[in-house]
């Protein structure tokens, strides 16, 4: 049973509290398939996300199986199936590759048979066996919204809630997805399946009905009573009769006939109401099945007279406790995979989307071969050599003096092209590396938010990105250094370190962007932050122009670029070329290990703002 005392939730808008949910009161018993209905924006969504522990009440307490959830902890994510109002998954995986994942993520399964069986059993009573080959980008309306079922049943949820998976279909499959949302109620007597609906013409297959109205319930019972008790002929006329009173009036009397019709319609927990009037109940009836009383239950025409109700006596008020989010323990069978289980299932699922990505796959080939080209045409004729000065003091001041000029201008030549080819990488690398990650976590939130309610750890989505990345980051870094290395003829300092600066240097902006990525609520915001981030690097690394000196230590600290850059350049220490360099440059170069020790922190920084993002619910 499902029970839900005196929920309230406001939030504050424009300085001002406002209510989405008042005093919700109702329980629906196991078994039972509800429907929620009323004008849009009246709080179906809000109430659904409460029930799930999405949202948070402000007072008022929630009941499952008699466990408070508030004292007690949420649901176990094998006992809730939530689908959310648009249905979601990745476009480019099959129907059957996308239950795979959902089995794999959320359930444990003894070997490759019971995984295989399940499969085969939520695609049958999802009616998805045929399209099972079928990319989700080209499924329809409806077959999207048995996918958004199928995912969520693989767990056998006790509680399904379902945010309008039968609204904008044609009538024969929205009646094809309520029969189906009906079975699952009677397959499994503790289940509790509720639906949220607009269409109030095609409530029959429900067991019973939630009006809500303005945040209030003002109606709870069987479809059949519905017209009944707002005194309508028909269902689908109760929208306009609401205009007519204020929604406190339509609650005040539903609190008024609440209990006649819960002890009617046995919707109480038992104990809890005296029943009137009670109905004959057929011992064999189907569980959460409710049946009519002979004698007519009250309607709100027995309310018409009394224009102002009586006030609703104030309830005894219970201090509210924090609904908290840890999970209930439930039994070995509903225990969620492991993280190394999800690890591999996230990296797995991730290659095979980016492999199918044709365009993703191209732009990555591009970057991978023509960025290092793009270095190299500045380098190709190799590195000038620098002029050695001669130790002995020409006689001749003229010869000197043009010894020195050529000594100079070596050191220019040589300085400005081997800075300016470290910088090229390192500025390439992290472009690259920037577009990899912008997108990464905030393209895929809405399937995160679903998975991660799923049971879904957040430290096991974040080690699958960073292996992804990983991989781009060490092609295209180690392709980048030693393609440039051989066809320039070689640059000074050691191959090795600066290997290593350029892998930490694009392994910092692709932490830093899947940091931007977990916390923008769009995949756009994410990019143009990510690119901002990419084009400061450029000016504010030091390379180009020399920083104020009192500018210097603020910008740097955040600047991959410059990090990588003149750790690079300290290599060269030992070689004619840092001098050469020190000539172009009155910029503090770095040495290469405390370089490589600020990227190391850009890391850590990242991908900790990343798992932050991550954990941190973007429901709306
Ligand atoms: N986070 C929020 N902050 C402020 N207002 C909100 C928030 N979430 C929802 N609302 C408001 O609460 C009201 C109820 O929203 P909700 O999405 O629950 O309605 P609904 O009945 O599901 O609507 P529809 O049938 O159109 O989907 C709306 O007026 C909405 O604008």
């Known amino acids: 049973m499902l029970e839900l005392h005196n929920i309230s939730l406001s939030v504050l808008r424009d300085g001002e509290n406002q209510s989405l949910l008042e005093n919700i009161h109702f329980s629906v018993p196991s078994g039972h398939l509800l429907a929620i209905v009323g004008p849009s924006g009246c709080g179906k969504t809000t109430l659904m996300k409460t029930i799930a522990g999405l949202k948070e009440e402000d007072t008022g307490e929630i009941l499952w199986q008699g466990r408070n959830l508030a004292e007690d902890g949420d649901l176990h994510p094998s006992e809730l199936g939530y689908v959310p109002q648009f249905s979601i998954a990745h476009e480019l995986l099959t129907i059957e590759e996308c239950v795979t994942s959902a089995i794999t993520l959320r359930t444990r399964q003894n070997d490759d048979e019971s995984a295989t069986?399940?499969?085969?059993?939520?695609?049958?009573s999802t009616g998805l066996t045929a399209l099972r080959d079928r990319q989700v980008k080209i499924l329809s309306g409806g077959q999207k919204r048995r996918l958004g079922l199928a995912l969520e049943i693989v767990t056998q949820p006790t509680l399904l809630l379902c945010d309008e998976v039968t609204s904008g279909?044609?009538?024969k499959s929205e009646r094809e997805i309520t029969q189906l949302l009906h079975d699952l109620a009677r397959a499994d007597r503790n289940r509790i399946v509720i639906n949220v609906t607009h269409n109030l013409g095609n409530l029959s297959l429900y067991d019973t009905v939630l009006v809500l109205h303005e945040g209030r319930v003002i109606y709870h019972g069987p479809p059949r009573a519905l017209a009944h008790y707002f005194s309508v002929e028909h269902a689908e006329d109760i929208y306009p009769k609401l205009a007519r009173r204020s929604a406190e009036r339509w609650a005040d009397s539903w609190d008024r006939h609440r209990d006649a019709y819960y002890a009617t319609y046995e919707l109480a927990p038992p104990g809890t109401l005296e029943p009137i009037d009670k109905p004959k109940i057929v011992s064999d009836r189907e569980p959460g099945k409710i049946s009519l009383p002979k004698a007519k239950a009250p309607s709100i025409e027995d309310d018409e007279d009394s224009q102002s109700p009586p006030p609703v006596e104030p309830q005894e008020t219970k201090p509210h406790h924090k609904r908290k989010h840890h999970r209930h323990e439930v039994d070995e069978a509903h225990e969620l995979p492991?993280?190394?289980?999800?690890?591999?299932?996230?990296?797995?699922?991730?290659w095979t989307i980016f492999w199918r990505d044709r365009s993703q796959l191209w732009l990555q080939l591009a970057m991978l071969l023509g960025f290092p080209l793009l270095v190299v045409i500045f380098g190709f004729e190799g590195i000038p050599q620098v002029r050695t000065l001669s130790q002995r003091a020409d006689a001749n001041f003229i010869v000197e003096a043009q010894e020195r000029s050529a000594h100079l201008q070596s050191q220019l030549n040589?300085?400005?092209?081997?800075?300016?080819?470290?910088?090229?990488?390192?500025?390439?690398v992290t472009l690259m590396a920037s577009n990899n990650a912008a997108r990464e976590i905030a393209s895929e939130r809405d399937?995160?938010?679903?998975?991660?309610l799923g049971g879904?750890?957040?430290s096991a989505y974040i080690t699958s990105k960073v292996l992804f990345l990983g991989g781009f980051v060490v092609a295209q870094t180690v392709w980048m250094g030693l393609f440039v290395e051989l066809l320039c003829h070689g640059i000074p300092g050691s191959l090795l370190i600066k290997l290593l600066l350029l892998l930490l240097s694009s392994a910092a902006m692709s932490a830093i962007c899947l940091g931007i990525s977990a916390l923008m609520r769009t995949p756009e915001k994410a990019t143009i932050l990510s690119i901002y981030l990419v084009g400061f690097q450029l000016p504010l690394s030091g390379a180009?122009?020399?920083?104020?000196k009192s500018i210097e230590p603020l910008a740097q600290p955040f600047i991959a670029a410059y990090w990588g850059w003149s750790g690079s350049l300290s290599t060269m220490k030992a070689t004619a070329f840092y001098d050469a360099v020190r000539q172009v440059t009155t910029t503090t170069l770095?040495?290469?290990?405390?370089a490589a020790f600020v990227l190391l922190l850009h890391i850590i920084i990242g991908l900790a703002l990343a798992y932050i993002g991550t954990k941190r619910t973007q429901w709306d």
Do not use: C, H, Y
């Open 544 to 548: 180009v122009l020399a920083l104020p």
């Open 590 to 594: 770095a040495p290469w290990n405390i």
């Open 414 to 428: 040589a300085g400005g092209l081997v800075s300016g080819l470290i910088l090229m990488q390192i500025v390439l």
């Open 338 to 350: 492991g993280f190394l289980t999800q690890t591999i299932e996230l990296l797995t699922r991730r």
């Open 447 to 452: 399937i995160l938010e679903r998975e991660r």
């Open 117 to 124: 069986a399940l499969l085969d059993q939520t695609l049958k």
């Open 456 to 458: 879904l750890s957040s």
């Open 169 to 171: 279909l044609d009538p």
